[in-house]
């Protein structure tokens, strides 16, 4: 028989249980301001579900009563530089620390609203009604609250999606010489998530000051926790990651204050990532004012069993006992918090001429319609002052080439750069050589990742929206990006304008297309239609490697997330970039007429460009191919693209790529609809099959557009001239 031993992880995890003597030996000022802030946000939530019962709340309305006692627990003793961020049921952790920001951490119970108090719960409150004065400016709504001056970086529709944002929020505050610290709020059923557990790893494997705080209410909608995992005890998910954990009755906000002082101890001074699990109780179903019970998932005996626990009386009790609050100070503290949400409400809310009995949103306090779309992405604006890119190309190098020594120029002048990727630091630049160099003259700024495109994608979200740092991450295949598609599309594409239009994102995301290498149907995308068709994303595509100097220069100066894509058949070509210090910049709006011509218009981008020249000159159709460059909707050279069109009066569209996510379909569109009195025949397109490009060389040729698919989209075009 073989011997056995019990391991263990030697990885810390401790469940912290309150004593008399905690009680007393608390600060007295920090119990009055917890039981102040605990009772200013049950206000607010209550306030909230009467809107909402009104139908005054457009959308859901995710109650946090009950829960209250992690969020005023944990963040009480945090700083203002400290952040925050949490889940779609965020209200409480929003309030908490905006009012542990503006009250700088004291407040009186007996006089808990001052002006800026007032100020928070009604701007809070405007947000959630969906007005212009709410911190958003009515575009967050319930489940989108983000304050930066206050350390709030914003809460979250996506279960777990917050993680890997709180992760790279942490990264800069390491990184930037602080001893500042980040917590991730997250409820049971986002403890099994890929994204969460991804932000632990890497929060661990690189020691970074980021908490992960587990609201274990034990319920998801109406699903119960021991229904959607073996094991319940959702701390012990840091054990694999080396994490330590703290298990605490989030009922009591003591024990859950005094568990966060002993994890921020460990995070302030470079341990790395800590765990909470606070075990909570919302008294209310998902979303809207009926309990659980009321929906027959849980009974009403299990809902007053924690109702007898609630964080507010337990706190006001144990102050009681001390001598230090009474009974009318408890009831005129709530009375003054109801009073100040009747105030709140009255600023946002009349009553209705035209209902009796009825209120409505006061109709001034609406945002204007004409700013749905601002804020989607910035002007470029930061652009203005920088030299363009016109010198010759004089001196040659492969194009991988030109990717490194871009990046290393840029790197050198602008200390806020920071490269990760999957193997960027190793193999002399990367599985391509795209970096090389770059480890050897910037070790500290070039990150090598695990295999996690989500986790480390969304750290990078998060320093972009830090501002401290410009993250560069490379994909080594576009397809990767399904694998992290929340964070590249729901958070980092989204972030700007769902949060107000105000805060840069400053994030480039480089790959390759590979198509004709043989990687087959998961690594050959095209990834520019469906970035073209995604919110916030500005896309660059070169095509020689000056351009790609000018185009990534413009790129890692824009204050927006962009895409810039690479073609693998363009690596290795020898290619031309001007002399001396590569600094110029090919600003948004600028393609390039690479060929003129009044037959057609053809346009492209990426390595068929070159196979478009061919084409055009063994057809003998006298094209005008114009090299896009800039891909995206905010950055398209509409002025030279109607410049062509008014010329030749046809249009055809080249790309290699799927014909299911063509960027193609898109533009096709858009022109049609811009141009259609200049167009004597619709407008024709060159893509590969509708299939992903396959293994075997024969089928995989037949997939993908090369220069014969190009003359038989001209020949498709002279057609319909009637022959001429």
């Known amino acids: 028989m073989p011997r056995r031993r019990r391991l263990e992880t030697g990885t810390d995890w401790i469940q912290l249980t309150m004593t008399a003597a905690d009680w007393k030996a608390a600060d007295p000022a920090l119990l009055g301001t917890m039981l102040a802030e605990l009772h200013l946000i049950r206000a607010f939530e209550e306030t909230v579900l009467a809107l909402a019962a009104e139908g005054r709340v457009h959308g859901p309305a995710h109650s946090s009563i009950g829960q209250e006692g992690g969020a005023v627990g944990s963040i009480v003793g945090l700083r203002s530089t400290d952040a925050v961020n949490g889940s779609h049921r965020g209200h409480h952790q929003f309030l908490a620390k905006a009012l542990s920001h503006v009250s700088r951490g004291v407040i009186d119970p007996r006089d808990p609203v001052s002006p800026d108090i007032q100020a928070v719960l009604q701007r809070t409150l405007a947000e959630i009604l969906g007005l212009a004065q709410g911190y958003c400016r009515g575009r967050g709504g319930s489940m989108h609250l983000q304050w930066f001056e206050a350390g709030a970086l914003g809460t979250n529709a996506i279960v777990g999606g917050g993680a890997p944002m709180a992760t790279g929020n942490a990264w800069a505050q390491k990184h930037a010489g602080t001893t500042d610290l980040t917590v991730n709020y997250f409820g049971d059923g986002a403890s099994q998530i890929g994204s969460v557990l991804e932000s632990m790893n890497l929060g661990s494997a690189w020691k970074l000051p980021v908490c992960f705080f587990i609201e274990n209410n034990m319920y998801a909608v109406s699903t119960h926790v021991d229904e959607i995992t073996a094991d319940t005890r959702l701390s012990v998910r840091g054990q694999g990651f080396s994490i330590p954990g703290w298990r605490v009755d989030g009922m009591d906000p003591l024990a859950v204050h005094l568990a966060m002082v002993e994890a921020a101890e460990r995070m302030r001074v470079g341990g790395g990532a800590t765990i909470i699990e606070a075990e909570v109780y919302r008294y209310f179903h998902q979303n809207g004012?009926?309990?659980?019970?009321?929906?027959?998932?849980r009974t009403k005996q299990e809902e007053a069993q924690w109702r007898d626990r609630d964080p507010l009386t337990r706190v006001a009790a144990e102050m009681q006992k001390l001598g230090q609050i009474t009974d009318g100070d408890v009831a005129e503290l709530r009375a003054r918090s109801q009073a100040a949400m009747d105030a709140a409400v009255s600023a946002l809310v009349e009553t209705d001429p035209e209902r009796e009995g009825r209120r409505r949103i006061r109709p001034e306090l609406w945002p204007d319609p004409s700013f749905v779309d601002v804020g989607i992405r910035g002007d470029a604006s930061e652009l203005a002052d920088l030299p363009i890119l016109d010198a010759p190309a004089t001196r040659e190098i492969t194009f991988v080439d030109a990717v490194?020594?871009?990046?290393?120029?840029?790197?050198?002048?602008?200390?806020?750069?920071?490269?990760?990727?999957?193997?960027?630091?190793?193999?002399?630049?990367?599985?391509n050589g795209a970096t090389k160099g770059l480890a050897d003259r910037f070790p500290d700024r070039v990150v090598g990742t695990p295999i996690s495109e989500n986790g480390f994608f969304g750290l990078a979200g998060g320093l972009a929206l830090d501002g401290r740092f410009r993250p560069v991450v490379e994909f080594m295949y576009p397809d990767f990006m399904w694998v992290a598609a929340d964070q590249v599309f729901n958070q980092v594409g989204k972030a700007r304008h769902m949060f107000g239009g105000d805060n840069p994102v400053p994030l480039v995301l480089r790959t390759k297309v590979a198509m004709g290498s043989g990687y087959g149907s998961q690594h050959l995308m095209d990834p520019a239609g469906l970035f073209a068709t995604a919110p916030g994303w500005r896309i660059v595509a070169p095509s020689t490697a000056a351009d790609y100097v000018g185009l990534v220069n413009a790129a890692l100066a824009l204050d927006d997330p962009v895409l810039v894509i690479e073609h693998v058949d363009l690596y290795n070509t020898a290619s031309a970039v001007p002399e001396g210090e590569l600094d110029g910049i090919l600003p948004p709006g600028h393609a390039a007429v690479r060929r003129e011509g009044s037959d057609v218009t053809i346009l492209s981008y990426l390595s068929m460009v070159g196979h478009t020249l061919e084409a055009a000159e063994q057809t003998g159709i006298d094209a005008e191919v114009i090299d896009l460059r800039w891909l995206d909707r905010a950055s398209?050279?509409?002025?030279?693209?109607?410049?062509?069109?008014?010329?030749?009066?046809?249009?055809?569209?080249?790309?290699?790529?799927a014909r299911g996510t063509s960027y193609g379909a898109w533009l096709a569109d858009e022109i049609q609809r811009r141009l259609f009195d200049w167009l004597d025949q619709p407008v024709e397109r060159v893509t590969g099959s509708e299939a992903s490009p396959s293994i075997s060389r024969v089928l995989e040729r037949a997939a993908i557009a090369r220069t014969e698919e190009v003359i038989a989209g001209l020949d498709r075009v002279r057609a319909a001239w009637g022959g001429r």
């Not at 004012?289 to 998932?297: E, L, Q, T």
């Not at 490194?404 to 002399?428: P, Q, S, W």
């Not at 398209?636 to 790529?657: H, P």
């Open 289 to 297: 004012p009926c309990p659980g019970s009321a929906f027959g998932y």
């Open 404 to 431: 490194a020594e871009v990046m290393a120029r840029r790197m050198e002048t602008d200390e806020r750069i920071v490269v990760l990727g999957e193997d960027v630091h190793r193999l002399k630049g990367g599985t």
């Open 636 to 657: 398209l050279d509409w002025t030279t693209i109607e410049e062509s069109v008014r010329k030749t009066n046809a249009v055809l569209i080249v790309e290699q790529g």
